[in-house]
């Protein structure tokens, strides 16, 4: 059961990934408001969330970026569904992709800003996908990774500490990176 939740968690897909969804809205949360607060986010931004999951970092980020453009990605379909459904928005104001952060769908130097709440102990090959992330974010744009420790020690033992995920940044070339501490959370931002 734990292993099919742990499949689940990292693509969502049918009735029990709708269950899973919701679960997940609620539950990330707090951690996704306090992650927001870490960072100044323009009205006329341009920004992605990648593993966007059910939509609830798009919609909070709505409520900054009113005159920019969000976008979110993510690997399964059933997600992308319910985050449509979430923004409440069309696909001129809330653009949503399927696909996966390793190769993504996007032009060098798009984004002001790329946010990922809760997911990337999920992907496949860290590194190569943060400099993908790299890629797609303009000069200065900065990239903001937010995740609960724990599942950190579950899923990326390499990389569960702020040091470790910072000095990652660093070595991707992200010529700054923050640490924010929290006792329960991970927050690193890089600045492109
Ligand atoms: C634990 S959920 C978190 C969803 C959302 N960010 C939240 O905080 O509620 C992880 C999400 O990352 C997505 N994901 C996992 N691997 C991915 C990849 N390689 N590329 C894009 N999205 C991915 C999954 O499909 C899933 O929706």
Redo the contacts with the bound molecule.
């Keep these: 059961m734990i292993s099919r939740l742990v499949e689940q ?4 897909d049918g009735l029990l990934g709708r269950v899973l969804l919701c679960t ?2 609620l539950a ?1 949360r707090r951690l ?1 408001a306090w992650g927001l607060e870490q960072v100044d986010l323009g009205a006329d931004d341009t920004v992605l969330d ?5 939509g ?2 798009l919609d909070r980020l709505s409520q900054s970026v009113t005159d920019g453009h969000l976008h979110g ?4 379909r059933t ?1 992308l569904t319910k985050a449509r459904r979430m923004t409440q928005a069309d696909d001129a104001t809330v653009r949503l992709t399927q ?4 190769t993504m769908p996007f032009p060098d130097e798009r984004f002001d800003m790329v946010t990922a ?3 990337h102990y ?3 090959a860290l590194d190569t ?1 943060l400099a993908e992330i790299y890629r797609v974010l303009r000069q200065g744009g900065r990239l903001l990774i937010v995740g609960e420790k724990v599942k950190l020690q579950y899923h990326l033992e390499d990389y569960e500490t702020t040091t470790a995920t910072a000095d990652l940044l660093d070595a991707v070339g992200f010529s700054e990176s923050e640490t924010v501490d929290h006792p329960e959370w991970l927050c690193v931002i890089g600045v492109r």
């Design positions: 968690s990292r693509r969502p997940m809205g990330h996704t990648v593993g966007c999951g059910g609830g970092a990605l993510d690997l399964s997600a696909g996966t952060v390793s709440f809760q997911t999920h992907w496949p996908d």
